[in-house]
C-alpha cells in the first residue's frame, strides 16, 4: 500500500471511529467481518481515494442497510422451498469452486436467466441474501484457509443463450448491480465473460467505452466458452459446468456434466443446499422454534442508479432496438 493511500485509509478510519450510532456501528462491524482496512480500501477505490466521497458512500451505505435491515436478511428464507427452486431456475447463479489463489469463483448465468418466476422483490433479496453470505460465511472460510484475507472473488459469466427479448430483464439486473456498485463496491477482482454470441458483440462496443477505466481493467472476453484461460487461474474441478467443453476453448464443443451436482445453479447444487439450510437455521436461531416462518418477499429499497449505469441502460436498450430492427429488415 502506498504512503497516500495509508493516508487515505488513516483519515477514512478516523471519520468511521467518529460514528455514534450503535446500529450503524454494528452494520459496520457486520461489514468489515475483522477487517476493516480491506473494507476502507474498497470504499476508497470505488470513490478514486477521495476521502469524503468514500466516507458518504461508507455512511449512505450503512444507512441503506439498516434501513432495509440487511443485517438480518440471512434470517429470512425465501419460503417455500418450491418457490426458491424456481428463483434458483431462472436467477442463475452459484459457487463453482475456487481459484489457485483461493479466491470464490461465482459463476453467472446471464443470457438464460428469465427472472420470470416470482416478483422483482424475491429476487432482490436472494440476491443480497447470496451476497451476505458470502461475505459473512464464504470469504471469512477462504480467509482462514489461505492464511490471508481473501476479500474479493472472480465472476464468471455466461452470456449463452442471450437473445433481444433480455430487454425486458435489463432494468432488473440494472437495479441488482446498481445495489452492488453501491453497497458491495468493489468486491470482484475479475470479470471473464465466455460463450458471447453475436448480440453481445456488437452492444460491447458501445457500451465498453462508457464504463471507467477501472471497471474496463477487470472485464475479459475470451474465446468461446474461456477453458484454456480459466484453467490458468483455477483447476478443472472449480470450472463452472459451461466451460466444461471438449476441445480447444470453442463454445461449440461439448459439454461435460454429472446433473445437478457439476450445475452450481441448481438448488440441488452443493453450495445452494449449505446457504438455504443456512438461513433456515438462522431464523430458527433468531425466532422460538414454534413460531411459523413468515411467508412473502423481503422488500429493499431501490437505490437511484448513477449517471454511469443510466447511460449504460439507455444505450443497451438503444441498441437492442436497432438489432431487432436489422433482423426485421
Known amino acids: 500500500m502506498s504512503t497516500a493511500s495509508e493516508e487515505a485509509v488513516k483519515q477514512l478510519r478516523t471519520f468511521m471511529e467518529d460514528v455514534e450510532d450503535e446500529s450503524l ?197 475470451l474465446k468461446g466458452c474461456g477453458k484454456d484461460e480459466l484453467l490458468k487461474v483455477m483447476d478443472y474441478e472449480s470450472l463452472p459446468h459451461f466451460c466444461r467443453r471438449e476441445g480447444s476453448g470453442s463454445g461449440s464443443g461439448r459439454h461435460i456434466s454429472n446433473g445437478a451436482e457439476d450445475n452450481c445453479f441448481s438448488l440441488d447444487h452443493s453450495f445452494h443446499q449449505e446457504l438455504y439450510n443456512y438461513v433456515k437455521q438462522q431464523a430458527l436461531v433468531k425466532g422460538p422454534s414454534s413460531a411459523p416462518v413468515r411467508h412473502g418477499s423481503v422488500h429493499v429499497r431501490f437505490p437511484e442508479p448513477a449517471t454511469e449505469g443510466t447511460k449504460i441502460f439507455d444505450t443497451l436498450e438503444s441498441e437492442f432496438q436497432k438489432l431487432g430492427c436489422d433482423q426485421k429488415v
Not at 475456487?98 to 479466491?103: P, Q, V
Not at 460465511?137 to 484475507?149: D, E, F, I, M, Y
Request: with cysteine; proline share 5%; charged share 25%.
Open 25 to 221: 456501528r454494528e452494520s459496520y462491524r457486520n461489514i468489515h467481518q475483522g477487517y476493516p482496512t480491506e473494507t476502507l480500501l474498497r470504499f476508497l477505490k470505488a470513490r478514486d481515494f477521495n476521502v469524503h466521497k468514500s466516507h458518504k458512500m461508507l455512511l449512505d451505505c450503512l444507512e441503506w442497510r439498516t434501513q432495509n435491515e440487511i443485517d438480518s436478511i440471512l434470517t429470512k428464507p425465501i419460503v417455500p422451498a418450491e418457490l426458491y427452486r424456481g428463483i434458483r431456475d431462472s436467477q442463475l447463479v452459484g459457487l463453482s469452486g475456487y481459484s489457485k489463489e483461493g479466491l470464490p469463483v461465482i459463476a453467472i448465468g446471464v443470457g438464460l436467466s428469465t427472472y420470470d418466476k416470482a416478483s422483482v422483490h424475491y429476487y432482490v433479496q436472494s440476491h443480497i441474501q447470496m451476497n451476505e453470505y458470502r461475505d459473512r460465511v464464504v470469504l471469512p472460510s477462504a480467509t482462514k484457509k489461505q492464511g490471508r484475507p481473501i476479500y474479493t472473488c472472480l465472476k464468471i459469466l455466461d452470456m449463452s443463450g442471450l437473445k433481444l427479448s433480455a430487454l425486458s430483464q435489463i432494468k432488473l439486473m440494472t437495479t441488482i448491480t446498481t445495489i452492488d456498485d453501491l453497497n458491495y463496491p468493489e468486491k470482484t477482482e475479475t470479470y471473464y465473460i465466455v460463450n458471447v454470441p453475436y448480440i453481445f458483440s456488437a452492444c460491447w462496443k458501445t457500451i465498453k467505452p462508457l464504463l471507467q477505466e477501472r471497471t474496463k481493467k477487470k472485464i475479459q472476453v
